[in-house]
């Protein structure tokens, strides 16, 4: 059975993207930086909002008296936001560990020369089937019935 790609706002976002970054990383070593690059400051504007929360948080159990400029965000909110990004951020650092491996490898130029040759076939294509897999988590309606609230 053929499946017309979705093409909701968050699908479309999502093959414009994808396919502008096989167009313009086409070999497996930009890819390697691209996503080592992509997941390094992932990690740094988690870590430091972290930081930054805790130290808010800290802050008020030491001062009651609050201005209320700092007061826009919820102390209730300030800890369920940091139990969530504690989660994420070992998520992240787990990530970190597998690039490690991937840049462990190292390719050929003719094999690069491959590379470049097949993104050049897969960044046009408006239909690319991988990219469909790829997306089911961008994808905002529940097509997927084994999961649940997606
Ligand atoms: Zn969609």
Do not use: G
Not at 59 to 73: A, M, P, T, W
Not at 90 to 102: P, Q, T
Not at 113 to 127: G, R, T, V
């Amino acid at each position: 059975m053929t499946e017309e790609p979705c093409q909701c706002s968050d699908c479309q976002r999502f093959y414009k993207e994808h396919d502008r970054l096989i167009r313009e990383f086409p070999t497996f070593k930009q890819q390697q930086e691209l996503n080592w690059a992509s997941i390094q400051s992932f990690r740094t504007l988690c870590s430091k909002v972290t930081n930054e929360l805790q130290s808010q948080l800290s802050d008020r159990e030491l001062n009651e008296d609050l201005s209320s400029e700092e007061k826009h965000i919820s102390s209730i909110e300030i800890t369920e936001a940091l139990n969530e990004l504690e989660s994420v951020n070992a998520y992240l650092y787990s990530i970190e560990a597998l690039m490690e491996r991937i840049f462990d490898t190292k390719l050929s130029n003719n094999i690069e020369s491959k590379f470049k040759e097949i993104a050049n076939e897969l960044a046009p294509d408006p239909l690319n089937v991988d990219r469909l897999i790829l997306n089911r988590l961008f994808h905002q309606t529940p097509d997927f019935p084994d999961k649940k609230n997606h």
